[in-house]
T-cell receptor, first 105, second 113 residues
């Protein structure tokens, strides 16, 4: 079965705004990862956060992890049109259904 | 550094035919994964290899799908016979160790008619 469910399923924002995506999971984790997939196929790794970490940053990306609530969030600040893509959380190497982000110029 | 190589890029077959996909992971990566991604969905893990041993094939439809990783490097995924619902992109990924950052190939888009 797929692990990690993202919320919302789709998100549309204006360039410059922040985008927040959430992920929930059901079982214990060693780590949780976030990936981006542009139209086409390319899947790219964004961030890996381990179970003993609460927050991690990478450029305009910020990921938080709350193991007590079995949830994680991905924040993209100052979004750009190029951020338009699907974003997936991955737990135990299983992908969720993803959040489709559209950033309007 | 060379990435994950997959071939073919596209494949069109008729139902009940057989098809095989090939993957060459990044050199030195012990773990190799095959995913199936149906349009509009997230990738679904089919099988995970650690070197040439299977770690997880719980979601592999074993009545028609098979995979092997000889010598712990290249891998092939086969479907025999194909069904219409097998139409999807088949993605290969590798990582240095298990449960670590995945590096994906470009995938093979399969259309079953």
């Amino acid at each position: 079965s797929q692990q990690g469910e993202e919320d919302p399923q789709a998100l549309s924002i204006q360039e410059g705004e922040n985008a927040t995506m959430n992920c929930s999971y059901k079982t214990s984790i060693n780590n949780l990862q976030w990936y981006r997939q542009n139209s086409g196929r390319g899947l790219v790794h964004l961030i890996l956060i381990r179970s003993n970490e609460r927050e991690k940053h990478s450029g305009r990306l910020r990921v938080t992890l709350d193991t007590s609530k079995k949830s994680s969030s991905l924040l993209i600040t100052a979004s750009r049109a190029a951020d338009t893509a699907s974003y997936f959380c991955v737990h135990d190497m299983r992908f969720g259904a993803g959040t489709r982000l559209t950033v309007k110029p | 550094e060379a990435g994950v190589a997959q071939s073919p890029r596209y494949k069109i077959i008729e139902k009940r035919q057989s098809v095989a996909f090939w993957c060459n992971p990044i050199s030195g990566h012990a773990t190799l994964y095959w995913y199936q991604q149906i349009l509009g969905q997230g990738p679904k893990l089919l099988i995970q290899f650690q070197n040439n041993g299977v770690v997880d094939d719980s979601q592999l439809p074993k009545d028609r799908f098979s995979a092997e990783r000889l010598k712990g490097v290249d891998s092939t995924l086969k479907i025999q016979p194909a069904k219409l619902e097998d139409s999807a992109v088949y993605l290969c990924a590798s990582s240095f160790g298990g449960r670590e950052k995945l590096f994906f190939g470009s995938g093979t888009q399969l259309s079953v008619l």
